[in-house]
């Protein structure tokens, strides 16, 4: 079928790609028009103007929107009014699900359906295919069926789950269908909530592993300095690479991310390429204000998030009060670095 | 090569068949005879007592255990004054580490070399291979690795990470040695500790899913219960099952565990077969443990850790402790189930 | 002055006696006449209809309200119609910070001031009096100011600071004027959010007392129980109360929350009259959502919330995940209480 | 009575003023000569050596230990054979609880008594007294009760707690008996824990308050940004040190604590004489130690302590394994400072 996809960078121009290799058409737009130039070249059919792109669909139209959460308002407001009733918008992106049950409402008032399909796959997509969480009508849906269906990586992408065969089930194919308006994106926030303790999880433990050799080094013997207590316990040059290596295989830790840990110390054993400020993106944040008011503990996720927030220094001024209770009641002074 | 097992529970029986399946040769004991009967039908070369089993073992003699960590020193109390010098030991179950160190320095006054393999696989061990997590001196883990190679699930069980090509790096073949006594069991220590994080992770993320439905239900209006502030951000009910299935397939928080819990929930959407008490068995704690002791955050651990402890309402007096704090300064009463 | 208050439970009751006895004049209405009657019978003026109480207020006319966060809506809209230009409201409950911003929007197109204070203090405040967090315009903060001064416990509640002298500085006197309309709130709810820290902190301290008795246990051997390791660290039975009581005398823990639980323990040592289900009630979940929009971490805060959910067992569906992944991967079968 | 005390710092030198206040007679000795000198001046009598110090003493004699915990097993080295059976020893510093189980063993062997006594009040002890929690056998605690009162603050120091009249209850006056040997050090090893998580809370909490300005600041608009969803709820400059200051009268979270962060805020609201890197110095470490052997949850505490490490960037190595998997799977390039 014919998709239109607007935003071409990595995620969308890979979309696209991808469609395209299992026989579906693509209209596509960027403001960047050398981005356009590209994909018209592997086969899409360009866009100049969203005029141009709005006129080349196909009615009712299917529009795919691959832009960053922050613009999408923006991209709305000029899209929608040149698009008719019983047209179809997919948000593609990472916006917050609570976005999409407004916008859902307010381009239905003009007769348009409003899909949130939450990507995951990366920079690896292309080829394995994105795992789609998708909200929305019932009609809207089925309707982009195909193309969610060829974007995914399809049930063989894992063993069938034991009781599982035949007529495939819910999900089985790499998509899912969540529920209406924003469930597609609450799915994902999740989805990147559990990332964030995963990778959390991961780093902890390496970290763990990394300063097994304590007990090696020496020690301040003053008052400001835990003492350790068995610093024989504490004598292990491990190598780390090596760990995930043999964790990849047969460990109940094996996973895709601890696939890529290991690619990446391939590379750097040390990680010195980098310098330990972890950003957030949004779905981190979501995940636990979801979890605050719903009422659930999500201890694991939501110190997964303040770890990052605390590798950019954003609890400088807590520490700072910590720093100056403490010269306060025990005349302490701070240990600089 | 021959191995000698003591223990032929579910671990150590399967890692008998999983050596003759691949040529190796075993006597095995354990002070359940049936057990020791079963696997002499299917091979091995049986032993009733500790004695005959030791006088069963070519000499230098290769003695495996695997027997609950409770019991280890008991049965190196038994084992020890019958094995030579240049026997080796290897305790392939959940030893705390530290054990292992003194361990290894008590056989050693005997000329005895003293290896600990933490091994993960679980029950799936026998079919896919163990991952194994060697800690002792090079000259016995090099006697030892055949047996190793064998248990191991072997390079192939994973792709080779990006980079890594012709000969094996450490780790690669499915096992590893870490260090010196005490290694590896310390790196399977914090193995699990991550597989701790990982199943809170997806725990958690899976209960904010599960309770995206709260603004359905009826709230109390009282000063005792928070306001849910936006009820139609939570009126969702999402198919859980159908959630795990498109994760594994394309997403970023694919995993082995994901797998499992797919299986599960495709037996029983809703859990009902478990009352939610989560058991742990040492090594999640002696993670937190030395994160404590190294000096370095492990958040995530050790919080999966303590939601355990509290699933099991290891936290009831000081949950009464700040009730009663309530009822003092507010005069709250409390809110029963 | 005079004061008009809406809403005699516990808290606006004793606001208007310790109003009262400071001189100042009160009218009091509520929908329950006998609240009304007990105040009037103390000096205030009752007023039977909110028609008759707005009547009976001197212009430009101070209103207070003290109702529940939930019902503040609902009164201001009956009450708004009633009000003249330069009127002001203040909202004395525990409304979140937005709906405060949003409000002295809505009422200040009719010309009415806006103020919100946040209250803390609980049963004692009419003795002790109120420590208040006040939000909104200068003109109307400065208009209240002589009924925040009485009901405030005043400079002498604490000594002074070293380094302050002479004149007050602001906040000395009990009351303060934080900012902008929602600041009062604002500083409300993070002093709650701090609180609920430091009720988790003494009781987790306290629960460690409790079971310092740990290996005096009968402990279960399997491999679903963590061993303990050193048993005779742990055999210590502490009296609690007596606890409480040195630390209240000296120690860098003393706090008003700390007599408090020692009055609680003098009471009911075991606390059995507490089934260990504690109540929150906004304010702790707001400070999280605005530690996490924000981008700042708090682990202490957020954990302290998050344990209050485990103690209801909104984590049920979270442990029941990962008791059926143990069930997977290693065939554990869940201990039972 | 007459008390022996070893080690003259700060605290040992306060402790043997107070006592003398009191009435009692005291023999100082410390490795510093000077140290010994200045309270020589003040009446004490000197020691140049330990020999002399022990002859100095009436037998039985009570000699109090107020050195690092680093140096306690030395001292004890060198003193206890100048001692006879039946003098008591008493550890004032902040020894491991373990610790003290193992010397009184030791030093029993001698029939010397030995006492743990945490003693908390730092720098203000002199004047406020000391809260004492003791540890040892109760003869050799019954035998140094008037040292414990004349160092503790004492009953009036807090008021009595409702319904306890009459005949002091334990723990009133300001030391207390908590258990056989090490008992002093575990209930102070638990108060530094709680003093942590109320640090952590106020810290935290005054964080958020300093951040509420956020929606002021300039956002980037990329995909490694979260976005802020509401940046007019984030527009408020608040006074921290206003904000202390009303807190301390009449809130629900007045305390020591908060008195000593409104001295600091007094001096230098912004605190830029702290980095922020916050040491810790033993005991917080072993109250998680406690609470993960025991079993019982801990997150508020546990997270405190991890806060500090992450304030000293212990933590390096955890968040370059979580850029790395970030460049990995989103190529997400890592945003420095």
Known sequence: MQLGM?????????????????????????????????????????????????????????VWLMVPAAV????????????????????????YYRDDIRRAKEVAERGIHYVDAGTSG???GLERGYSLMVGGDDAAFRRLEPVFASLAPGVEAAPRTPG???????GEAGYLHCGPAGAGHFVKMVHNGIEYGMMAAYAEGLNIIKNADVGLREHAI?????PLTDPEAYQYKIDL?????????????????????????????????FSGRVSDSGEGRWTALAAVEEGVPAPVLTNALYSRF????????????????RAQFGGHAEKRA
């Open 6 to 62: 607007v935003g071409l960078g990595r995620m969308g121009a890979n979309m696209v790609r991808r469609l395209m290799r299992d026989g579906h058409t693509a209209v596509a737009y960027d403001r960047n028009q050398e981005a356009v130039a590209q994909l018209a070249g592997e086969g899409a059919t360009g866009a100049a103007t969203l005029e141009e792109f709005v006129a080349k669909l196909d009615t009712p139209r299917n």
């Open 72 to 95: 999408v308002d923006a991209t709305l407001a000029d899209l929608v009014p040149l698009l008719d009733a019983d047209d179809t918008i997919v948000d593609g992106g990472n916006s």
């Open 122 to 124: 990366g920079v690896f």
């Open 164 to 170: 599982k065969a035949g007529e495939l089930h819910p």
């Open 222 to 226: 003053d008052a400001e300095t835990a």
């Open 241 to 273: 690479s090596a760990v995930t290596e043999v964790w990849r295989r047969g460990s109940v830790v094996a996973s895709w991310l601890l696939d890529l840990t290991a690619a990446a110390l391939a590379e750097d054993p040390d990680l010195d390429g």
């Open 310 to 325: 605390a590798s950019r220094e954003l609890d400088l001024y807590a520490n700072k009060v910590q720093s100056a209770m």
